[in-house]
Nanobody
Framework: QVQLVESGGGLVQPGGSLRLSCAASGSIFVIYTMAWYRQAPGKQRDLVAFVKNGGSISYADSVKGRFTISRDNAKMTVYLQMNNLKPEDTAVYYC??????????????WGQGTQVTVSS
């Protein structure tokens, strides 16, 4: 019932920047967490960053100081600003949102992924 629409991926040179967006839609009562994961070829899906409804934020060590996660609660949208991108950041990036529906029922929804490629 909850749909996530991702955008912002693409091809960028090392040192460049991209901004990912993920907009949630549906009869959502409250969002507990919004997060970004990524999965490179032949690798497992790893957590990149998350923000909780209380405002707490966490980052993977590999992206600290370079990536910034933010949210717009009114728009039910989470963003990932990625600066100083490196080739090892190349992956499919997935949005994940956990919360409660108006129904009521808990949900855990995933976006379909957006490709980020960092290459010369």
């Amino acid at each position: 019932q909850v749909q996530l629409v991702e955008s912002g991926g693409g091809l960028v040179q090392p040192g460049g920047s991209l901004r990912l967006s993920c907009a949630a839609s549906g009869s959502i009562f409250v969002i507990y967490t919004m997060a970004w994961y990524r999965q490179a070829p032949g690798k497992q899906r790893d957590l990149v960053a998350f923000v909780k409804n209380g405002g707490s934020i966490s980052y993977a060590d590999s992206v600290k100081g370079r990536f910034t996660i933010s949210r717009d609660n009114a728009k039910m949208t989470v963003y990932l600003q990625m600066n100083n991108l490196k080739p090892e950041d190349t992956a499919v990036y997935y949005c994940n949102v956990v919360g409660r529906l108006v129904s009521p029922a808990d949900f855990n929804s995933w976006g379909q992924g957006t490709q980020v490629t960092v290459s010369s």
